[in-house]
């Protein structure tokens, strides 16, 4: 169960929830290779300070970079989707 960040605070930083999941299962999978591929020091970097939040797993850190605006996105046009 999700108890932190909220989900209000989740939901303010995109527009829709389906950008909010989509944004944060792409965020949980490149941190997710990184923690396979060996680099587990440099994602203790990346892994919040943040008491409320205990567990460092993928999806926990992507949701916390989301609410940080470390991770945005931005919506790609009608016009370049058809070419």
């Known amino acids: 169960m999700l ?22 299962a792409k965020r949980a999978r490149q941190i997710n ?9 440099g994602l203790e970097a990346l892994a919040p300070t ?5 567990s460092y797993k993928p999806l926990d850190i992507a949701f916390k970079e989301i609410v940080d605006g470390k991770v945005t996105y931005e919506r790609a046009s009608a016009e370049k989707e058809v070419k």
Do not use: N, W
């Open 50 to 54: 943040d008491e409320k939040l205990k």
């Open 33 to 41: 290779i990184l923690m396979s591929s060996g680099y587990r020091q």
């Open 3 to 24: 108890c932190y960040p909220s989900y209000e605070d989740l939901i303010e930083k995109v527009d829709s929830r389906y950008t909010l999941v989509v944004l944060a």
